[in-house]
């Protein structure tokens, strides 16, 4: 059974950086793309960023491109979300995903196969 775990979450200042991190554990995720999304209070689900567990591809949603980084440590199963420069509208619950079938470019409009249980932050202005 496939587990995601997030952490990292916190509270920060406009302008500062926070890492959040992703637990993989239950399969091998060598074909899986694996990815970011975030949920503001009162909106819908957004996608934030996704790559493909080999290889370098990456995509990024545009609210956040130049200012967020998704990588991932095979060695330890695990997937980052390196953000910097945080604005206040970055607010909200942040959810690791994998999906099978899916690639970084399609991860955003298709209803992904894992989901972690998420992990809050928080923009202070």
């Known amino acids: 059974q496939v587990q995601l775990v997030e952490s990292g979450g916190g509270l920060v200042q406009a302008g500062g950086s926070l890492r959040l991190s992703c637990a993989a554990s239950g399969r091998t995720f060598s074909s899986y793309a694996m990815g970011w999304f975030r949920q503001a209070p009162g909106k819908e689900r957004e996608f934030v960023a996704a790559?493909?567990?080999?290889?370098?591809?990456?995509y990024y949603a545009d609210s956040v491109k130049g200012r967020f980084t998704i990588s991932r440590d095979n060695a330890k199963n695990t997937l980052y979300l390196q953000m910097n420069r945080l604005e206040p509208e970055d607010t909200a619950v942040y959810y690791c995903?994998?999906?099978?079938?899916?690639?970084?470019?399609?991860?955003?409009?298709?209803?992904?196969?894992?989901w972690g249980q998420g992990t809050q932050v928080t923009v202070s202005s």
């Open positions: 790559l493909v567990w080999t290889g370098s591809s990456t």
């Open positions: 995903a994998a999906d099978p079938w899916a690639t970084p470019q399609t991860m955003g409009t298709t209803k992904s196969r894992y």
